[in-house]
């Protein structure tokens, strides 16, 4: 099963972007969903986690009071809001999902998007 990451672009530092990761053949309530980025030369840090019922969220503190998680489990989907970026949110973004329990780990994580690129601009 491989998830569908979506959402990316470039944009102008302060803007916003959302990005939408969709989950087809799963029973996506099931799944704790995490977003994480990967930039040149940077191993690939967790940005985002959320629970399977969408009840629990946490953050990575670079982002914190920026993005926003959160999930439809009724249309197998999960969202990163991501508002006033800045450079240094340049990456690619991935999506995975995972049985069980959030984890900043991504290596926990059994099911991968494909990623999407997010340039932020100076």
């Known amino acids: 099963v491989q998830l569908q990451a979506s959402g990316g672009g470039l944009v102008q530092a302060g803007g916003s972007l959302r990005l939408s990761c969709g989950a087809p053949?799963?029973?996506?309530?099931?799944?704790?969903v995490g977003w994480f980025r990967q930039a040149p030369g940077k191993e690939r840090d967790v940005v985002a986690t959320?629970?399977?019922?969408?009840?629990?969220?946490e953050y990575t503190t670079s982002v914190n009071g920026r993005f926003t998680i959160s999930r439809e489990n009724a249309k197998n989907a999960v969202y990163l809001q991501m508002n006033n970026l800045k450079p240094e949110d340049t990456a690619v973004y991935y999506c995975?999902?995972?049985?069980?329990?959030?984890?900043?780990?991504?290596?926990?994580?059994?099911?991968w998007g494909q990623g999407t690129l997010v340039t932020v601009s100076s």
């Open positions: 959320i629970s399977g019922s969408g009840t629990t969220t």
């Open positions: 995975a999902a995972r049985r069980g329990g959030q984890d900043s780990r991504w290596s926990l994580y059994h099911y």
């Open positions: 053949g799963l029973t996506f309530s099931n799944y704790a």
